[in-house]
């Protein structure tokens, strides 16, 4: 784990957002979604649309709830200058799959967060061999962005309390 400055907002990755779906379903966990929403409006973390649009499944109603949070404008859209920034970044530390294009959006995530000076928060771990893919961590590191894994330390940086 990178030290991180928790002043500064944070994005998640897709990934974290369907992990937060699966440990504390929408319908059993309101408080825990309103204080996601809240923080969302507060400027705590970002929302972007790439993390909505690769939402496939309703997990627990996270697809439902991040539509509405687009609908509500509280979704950051990328631009073209990350687009271009989230090539450059693939081209020096391969993530996306080839064949699949997986990870399109991690990359656009990081060069968001990158040009915004922004914590992230993934579930991701580094990659096991010098033959795989770069993944999150890997890629923060090597650009000298902020990064937590620990669900704990972004919970208490939104000020969520059960």
């Known amino acids: 784990m990178k030290d991180n400055d928790e002043s500064r907002p944070f ?28 923080s969302l409006v507060e400027g705590k973390w970002i929302l972007l649309d790439v993390a909505v649009g690769e939402i496939q499944q309703d997990n627990e109603g996270l697809k439902s709830w991040s539509k509405e949070q687009k609908r509500k404008g509280l979704v950051k859209t990328i631009e073209e200058s990350h687009k271009n920034r989230a090539i450059e970044i693939n081209s020096q530390y391969k993530m996306i799959d080839d064949t699949t294009a997986r990870s399109t ?24 061999n010098n033959d795989d893919l770069y993944k999150i961590p890997d890629v923060c590191i090597a650009l000298k962005l902020k990064f937590i894994r620990r ?8 000020g969520y309390r059960n």
Request: proline fraction near 3%.
């Open 11 to 38: 994005i998640l990755d897709t990934s974290a957002l369907i992990d937060f779906s699966t440990w504390l379903p929408l319908d059993l966990n309101r408080t825990f979604w309103a204080k996601m929403e809240e």
């Open 105 to 128: 959006g991690d990359t656009y995530i990081l060069s968001y967060a990158e040009a915004n000076n922004l914590n992230m928060f993934t579930r991701e771990k580094h990659r096991k």
């Open 151 to 158: 669900p704990r330390i972004f919970l208490e940086a939104i």
